[in-house]
């Protein structure tokens, strides 16, 4: 099955500073690619995502990337601010079987004010 | 109110003692997944549904028994429950493929 590894396990930043957060999978069959914010004792919340026929898409200060020659995509947020700290999940499918979505481990951001 | 469900919340249970999660949805989504979320394991997909009366076993299924007799309710079952089952567990559901998921607010159980 699909294999989603997920890069930094943490990260700090200074408040306005960009954060990036960088995912790679293993299943060349994937072509959706949705990450999740989740906050504190919530369930996560999806805030991006990027089919595979796409190479970049933007939402305000948040973008993602995708480079499906090398099997990665990346979480881009600018301007970061404190309500951005939150623990941030990418994950991947092939959209067979039951839309299976096969998530990385996770990213725990901290944004310093 | 419309969205995604669970209950209970929080949840302490004995070893050996039958539990059960349950989750409702009001989108009448087709699709339905349970997940465990332990430390340093990330989401892990322990059964889903693809409709009602339709189901299927995800990557950690031991353990667990799942329902789907109604299109929005997924309820998982601990049959006799285990420490190693402690752990928070979400609920989530989608229309299909390339929508993403939505996830319900989870349920922290504890069994001791």
């Known amino acids: 099955g699909e294999n989603v590894e997920q890069h930094p396990s943490t990260l700090s930043v200074q408040e306005g500073d960009s954060a990036v957060i960088k995912c790679t999978y293993s299943?060349?069959?994937?072509?959706?690619f949705p990450w999740y914010k989740q906050e504190l004792g919530k369930g996560p919340q999806l805030i991006i995502d990027?089919?595979?026929?796409?190479g970049e898409k933007k939402d305000q200060r948040i973008a993602v990337t995708l480079n499906k020659t090398a099997k990665h995509f990346s979480l881009h947020i600018t301007e970061t601010q404190p309500e951005d700290s939150a623990v941030y999940f990418c994950a991947a499918s092939s959209g067979t079987g039951a839309n299976n979505l096969f998530f990385g481990t996770g990213t725990r951001l901290t944004v310093i004010p | 109110d419309a969205g995604i469900t669970q209950s209970p919340r929080y949840k302490i249970t004995e070893t050996g003692r039958q539990v059960t999660l349950m989750c409702h949805q009001t989108?009448?989504?087709?699709?339905m997944f349970w997940y465990r979320q332990d430390l340093g394991h990330g989401l892990r997909l322990i059964y889903y549904s693809a409709a009602a009366d339709i189901t299927d076993k995800g990557e950690v299924p031991d353990g667990y028994v799942v329902s789907r007799s109604k299109t929005e309710n997924f309820p998982l079952t601990l049959e006799s429950a285990t420490r190693s089952q402690t752990s928070v567990y979400f609920c989530a559901s989608t229309q299909g493929f390339g929508y993403g998921y939505t996830f319900g607010s989870g349920t922290r159980l504890t069994v001791v």
């Open positions: 299943d060349s069959a994937s072509n959706y």
């Open positions: 989108w009448s989504h087709s699709y």
């Open positions: 990027i089919r595979s026929n796409v």
